[in-house]
């Protein structure tokens, strides 16, 4: 995990030189015009996060953007315009109400940054990605049947970090029953019927993070096995290999 963090860090700062800074100057300037049409929001301050952005997100994210798979308004609304939308609409928040100001949601930022890779270095085309479709942050299909999900979180370790939610999984798949959060519990049961179907690759992110797993159904249960890369094929949706 520590190798894959500042393997991930050290690419993100090769390929996009002072991320977090040019990052950090737009989050501002969205701010600004977050709390012009919030009128429950008083100030454009922006709540100081205890981790701060990361060069792995914000390269991740600005690629994206630079790429036009995204696209962001004067208040730091996104529309994801690469991927396919669900259902009910594809507008994001990259603010909440903070106090009398704001705060980034950060995960967000490593969750559309983590799908935009798909397609920047992964070829794989921008209709077969969903972006958040059901319990997870994006769904690969491949004729119509999931091959990929993906699930981001804003951090690796804490309170609904990915280890936490990994544990989660491989206890559910140990003991039904086990105790674990309710999401948790719906993505492991959504996991549980796609596998079902076939095998499954599940991706968790996170900044420092990218994290693969081969997902199969056995005796009603869920067995994850880590994978240390993904195939890519020109015949199928090309899978991420990190």
Same mark, same amino acid.
């Given at each position: ?28 300037? #969205? ?26 997100? !914000? ?54 940054? !983590? ?95 990218? #994290? ?29 290999? #990190?």
């Amino acid at each position: 995990m520590l190798k894959q963090s500042e393997e991930l860090t050290r690419a993100a700062e090769a390929q996009c030189p002072g991320a977090v800074q040019r990052l950090g100057g737009l989050l501002r300037a #969205w701010a600004l015009g977050f709390a012009a049409v919030r009128p429950d929001v008083m100030s454009s301050r922006l709540a100081e996060s205890r981790r701060g952005l990361r060069p792995d997100e !914000a390269a991740g994210f600005l690629t994206a953007l630079d790429a036009r798979l995204l696209h962001v308004d004067s208040a730091g609304f996104v529309v994801a315009q690469g991927f396919r939308p669900k259902a009910s609409g594809g507008r994001y928040a990259l603010f909440s109400r903070n106090g009398s100001g704001a705060a980034v949601n950060l995960e967000y930022l490593i969750q559309m940054a !983590a799908a935009a890779e798909l397609l920047i270095h992964h070829g794989v085309a921008g209709a077969n990605i969903c972006f958040e479709q059901g319990e997870f942050d994006a769904v690969l299909e491949d004729g119509g049947r999931p091959v990929l999900v993906m699930e981001a979180k804003a951090r690796i370790e804490g309170g609904d970090g990915l280890l936490e939610l990994l544990d989660s999984l491989l206890k559910l798949g140990r003991d039904p029953q086990a105790k674990a959060r309710v999401n948790h519990r719906r993505k492991y049961a959504a996991l549980l019927e796609m596998a079902a179907d076939g095998p499954v690759v599940l991706q968790l992110v996170a900044d420092g993070a990218r #994290w693969a797993f081969d997902v199969s159904e056995l005796a009603g249960t869920l067995r994850l096995a880590p994978r240390t890369g993904l195939s890519r094929s020109a015949r199928r949706p090309s899978l991420p290999r #990190w």
